[in-house]
């Protein structure tokens, strides 16, 4: 029995709204209401609703949930009885505890087997008598470093710069506009990368329908020629993630609806430091997506800040370092694949004491993870968890 004719025989009107991973349809939800915030994919035989949270999941969960089945029961209705016999029945928090993302002997980067502290990375964050930017945008100054102890070697972060008043006022036009052009299939989309509705209007994300050129000074950025002509502003069409700094937009990252290299777009005078999001304090996640980063900060904001860097290969600017280096604990959890894992690996656990490498599990990013339906809380309080664990034993083993 399929997930669509068990929603319509429990009384759910759905409707195909969406050709999304094989047809999606709407409807109202059966526990919460609305008009058609609740969403079946029939042939991935999954449910979500963008307003219960949590709320989601398989055909077994659905009869779980709606009908009040046991698991074992749900999985004989479904014609799942294959679930009962290959250990599959575990839920996400028995599969993290059995699934651990690191190996012993790198739990704690900085540290040797022997828990002897090892040294840290100086950051050389340039000075001018003033204080270090909270991240949220270029620094102004001041000095912060990792540890008390440096290597021989040495990295020295670069300070992005904001753009004009001119840029940004363009910026702010574009992103109100692209805003109401978002349809069916990009909520959906957006939705299936675990972004509830609330989050997707909070962040201003958007639709750009078409490519768009346009004059560079209108944008306030100095003329560039190319073979004799000159070169205008190249707008792609796709999905606007902007990021606001000081509650004005700093950066536009078009994510281009073709499948291409340079998937996404920064137009040209964009800020390019990392994207800083939730508190500055003891626990950091960096990943590299800002939609990732959005998704994290909205399901688990309470218990750590995001650092989204962009891509694997980026490295945190002057106010990003900053943060980073007061905190405690920094989870670094590249895309799960051969760039973020040399990244994480060779870059970040050597400049950073207090990282240690905290890939997804279940999918190569927090994205995937959600869709894989692994509780995001559950991976960070982890990573926080063993964390205390591991530091506390090495505490003792110096008392």
């Known amino acids: 029995m399929t997930l669509l004719s068990l929603c319509q025989a429990d009384g759910i009107e759905l409707k195909r709204v969406a050709t999304t991973r094989g047809g999606e349809y709407a409807g109202a939800c059966p526990w919460c209401g609305g008009n058609d915030r609740f969403r079946v994919w029939p042939e991935q035989g999954r449910f979500m609703c963008r307003q219960c949270k949590p709320r989601g999941g398989d055909v077994i969960q659905y009869l779980r949930d709606k009908r009040g089945l046991s698991f074992q029961d749900a999985c004989r209705v479904a014609g799942r009885e294959d679930k009962l016999n290959g250990g599959e029945a575990k839920d996400v928090s028995k ?48 000095s912060t470093r990792a540890g008390s102890a440096a290597r021989p070697e040495t990295w020295t972060p670069k300070t992005s710069s904001l753009p004009g008043e001119q840029w940004q006022e363009q910026a702010g036009k574009l992103v109100e506009y692209a805003a109401g052009k978002l349809n069916s299939d990009t909520w959906a989309y957006l939705n299936g990368r675990g972004l509830a509705d609330d989050t997707i209007q909070a962040r201003r994300l958007g639709l750009w329908p078409m490519d768009w050129y346009h004059k560079r000074v209108a944008w306030g950025l100095p003329e560039q020629i190319d073979q004799g002509k000159r070169k205008d502003l190249w707008i792609p069409a796709g999905i606007v993630i902007p990021y606001f700094i000081g509650g004005q937009v700093a950066r536009l990252r078009i994510r281009r609806h073709e499948a291409v290299k340079d998937r996404y777009w920064n137009v040209s005078g964009s800020y390019m430091g990392p994207m800083v999001l939730g508190p500055e304090g003891d626990v950091i996640i960096v990943v590299e997506s800002e939609l990732d980063g959005f998704l994290l900060a909205q399901d688990c904001g309470d218990m750590a800040g995001v650092v989204a860097l962009g891509n694997a290969q980026s490295k945190p600017d002057t106010g990003s370092a900053a943060i980073l280096a007061k905190s405690k604990l920094i989870l670094v959890a590249l895309d799960a694949d051969q760039a973020g894992a040399v990244a994480s690996w060779q870059w970040w656990l050597k400049t950073f004491t207090q990282a240690r490498r905290w890939p997804p599990v279940g999918g190569k990013d927090p994205g995937e993870m959600w869709q894989a339906w692994v509780d995001l809380k559950a991976w960070v309080g982890a990573g926080i968890d063993e964390y205390k664990t591991i530091n506390r034993i090495i505490s003792n083993s110096y008392k």
């Open 95 to 142: 599969k993290l505890k059995k699934v651990s993302p690191l190996e012993p002997s790198s739990a704690l980067p900085g540290h040797g087997v022997s828990g002897a502290p090892s040294g840290r990375v100086f950051l050389n964050i340039p000075t001018s008598g003033g204080k270090v930017n909270p991240g949220r945008g270029p620094s102004t100054g001041g």
